[in-house]
């Protein structure tokens, strides 16, 4: 009973490239979450998606980054051209269904390095 | 802005004695509430969730909830020194669409 997978683990990016970060929900969860941690800070959300919508974006920034939860594979954050603020823990969760009785599970992190 | 406030800490126990967390919301229209672990370099654990005004306790954790203070806490009884990590709270945000996080309290439990 594998858990929310995510790759890759650590991911180190130039300047102006794009970074690709990947999430594959628990068997069972159709409900997935981005967050992006700073060193010192919590946990920010980003995007709340379900298959082949977006239901929340309320925390994603304006440029750059971009969700996406396809009919088929992984969860897909995007970010493009990276500066070095980019550079943080990305974790995703997913929950087999919204509400108050259903915390999230979070996948083990992809650690991006912007150089 | 929806905020979740933690001390930070650090919060020192020595091993057996009850740790305290505390935790405040601002979102009147939060109804669920969640603590989560997090040792360092890792990703959170959740530990338990309340809902209800009162009590929940869940082995060696208590939650405890106050909607009209805006005050949810986490008690840890005969706290070990693998309970040293960092606690976090989150609150279900009205629409329920996202866990907002509080910054995390680190704990730190000596032997």
């Given at each position: 009973?594998?858990?929310?997978?995510?790759?890759?683990?650590?991911?180190?990016?130039?300047?102006?490239?794009?970074?690709?970060?990947?999430?594959?929900?628990?068997?069972?969860?159709?409900?997935?979450?981005?967050?992006?941690?700073?060193?010192?800070?919590?946990?920010?959300?980003?995007?709340?998606?379900?298959?082949?919508?977006?239901?929340?974006?309320?925390?994603?920034?304006?440029?750059?980054?971009?969700?996406?939860?396809?009919?088929?594979?992984?969860?897909?954050?995007?970010?493009?051209?990276?500066?070095?603020?980019?550079?943080?823990?990305?974790?995703?969760?997913?929950?087999?269904?919204?509400?108050?009785?259903?915390?999230?599970?979070?996948?083990?992190?992809?650690?991006?390095?912007?150089? | 802005?929806?905020?979740?406030?933690?001390?930070?800490?650090?919060?020192?126990?020595?091993?057996?004695?009850?740790?305290?967390?505390?935790?405040?919301?601002?979102?009147?229209?939060?109804?669920?509430?969640?603590?989560?672990?997090?040792?360092?370099?890792?990703?959170?654990?959740?530990?338990?969730?309340?809902?209800?005004?009162?009590?929940?306790?869940?082995?060696?954790?208590?939650?405890?909830?106050?909607?009209?203070?805006?005050?949810?806490?986490?008690?840890?009884?005969?706290?070990?020194?693998?309970?040293?990590?960092?606690?976090?709270?989150?609150?279900?945000?009205?629409?329920?669409?996202?866990?907002?996080?509080g910054k995390g309290t680190t704990l730190?439990?000596?032997?």
């Amino acid at each position: 009973n594998a858990g929310v997978m995510q790759n890759p683990r650590h991911l180190v990016r130039r300047r102006g490239q794009e970074a690709r970060l990947r999430c594959s929900p628990m068997k069972g969860h159709s409900h997935v979450y981005w967050y992006r941690q700073l060193p010192e800070e919590g946990l920010k959300f980003m995007v709340y998606l379900q298959k082949e919508n977006i239901i929340d974006e309320s925390g994603m920034p304006k440029e750059r980054f971009s969700a996406e939860f396809p009919k088929e594979g992984p969860s897909i954050l995007r970010i493009q051209q990276v500066v070095r603020g980019d550079s943080a823990a990305y974790f995703c969760a997913s929950s087999p269904r919204t509400g108050e009785n259903y915390g999230y599970t979070f996948g083990s992190g992809t650690r991006l390095t912007v150089v | 802005q929806k905020e979740v406030e933690q001390n930070s800490g650090p919060l020192s126990v020595p091993e057996g004695a009850i740790a305290s967390l505390n935790c405040t919301y601002s979102d009147r229209g939060s109804q669920s509430f969640f603590w989560y672990r997090q040792y360092s370099g890792k990703s959170p654990e959740l530990i338990m969730f309340i809902y209800s005004n009162g009590d929940k306790e869940d082995g060696r954790f208590t939650a405890q909830l106050n909607k009209a203070s805006q005050y949810v806490s986490l008690l840890i009884r005969d706290s070990q020194p693998s309970d040293s990590a960092t606690y976090l709270c989150a609150a279900l945000n009205q629409a329920g669409t996202a866990l907002i996080f509080g910054k995390g309290t680190t704990l730190s439990v000596s032997s």
